[in-house]
T-cell receptor, first 114, second 112 residues
Framework: GENVEQHPSTLSVQEGDSAVIKCTYS??????FPWYKQELGKRPQLIID?????GEKKDQRIAVTLNKTAKHFSLHITETQPEDSAVYFC?????????????FGGGTRLMVKP | DGGITQSPKYLFRKEGQNVTLSCEQN?????MYWYRQDPGQGLRLIYY???????QKGDIAEGYSVSREKKESFPLTVTSAQKNPTAFYLC???????????FGSGTQLSVL
């Protein structure tokens, strides 16, 4: 089955700096890659996703890049703010149309210092 | 609040006891899921249901049971066979039209 590795497990940045979180996956058939943000004690929320037919997607200060050949994808947050502090999870799936197919990475705890 | 309600927020289990976690959604989603989250780890799939009266085991189903008698409800029972039940449990439902997974607010289960 699919295996998703996420790095780093913790990341501390100064407010205004950029943060990058990287994930690798094992199944070359995976074609859907969402990112979730989970604030302390709250539910994970989808912040951005990418499908295998594109290499990059942006939404304001957040971007995700995908390298299908190398089987890795990354989350980029620019101009970080204290409210970006949370745990971020990447995931990979064989299909966007099946939540049961999602395999999650281990999570990255991002701390943005004011 | 996302249309998925989990209760209770905190739950304590005694040795040898079965406990049931509630998950209700009013989003009219067919598919529902239960995930377990341990500290410093990702989400692991326990059980899922694609439609009423049908459910399938996920990656870590041992010691758990579910039912799906109504579209809106997908309760999870943590049985006494689950020897390490302390974790944060998340229920989710899937919006096929928008291809998005929505999570409930979670239940923290602890052993007394």
């Amino acid at each position: 089955g699919e295996n998703v590795e996420q790095h780093p497990s913790t990341l501390s940045v100064q407010e205004g700096d950029s943060a990058v979180i990287k994930c690798t996956y094992s199944d070359s058939a995976s074609n859907y890659f969402p990112w979730y943000k989970q604030e302390l004690g709250k539910r994970p929320q989808l912040i951005i996703d990418i499908r295998s037919n594109v290499g990059e997607k942006k939404d304001q200060r957040i971007a995700v890049t995908l390298n299908k050949t190398a089987k890795h994808f990354s989350l980029h947050i620019t101009e970080t703010q204290p409210e970006d502090s949370a745990v971020y999870f990447c995931a990979a799936s064989l299909s966007a149309n099946a939540g049961n197919m999602l395999t999650f990475g281990g999570g990255t705890r991002l701390m943005v210092k004011p | 609040d996302g249309g998925i309600t989990q209760s209770p927020k905190y739950l304590f289990r005694k040795e040898g006891q079965n406990v049931t976690l509630s998950c209700e959604q009013n989003l009219n989603h067919d598919a529902m899921y239960w995930y377990r989250q341990d500290p410093g780890q990702g989400l692991r799939l326990i059980y899922y249901s694609q439609i009423v009266n049908d459910f399938q085991k996920g990656d870590i189903a041992e010691g758990y049971s579910v039912s799906r008698e109504k579209k809106e409800s997908f309760p999870l029972t943590v049985t006494s066979a689950q020897k390490n039940p302390t974790a944060f449990y998340l229920c989710a439902s899937y919006d096929r039209d928008h291809e998005k997974l929505f999570f409930g607010s979670g239940t923290q289960l602890s052993v007394l």
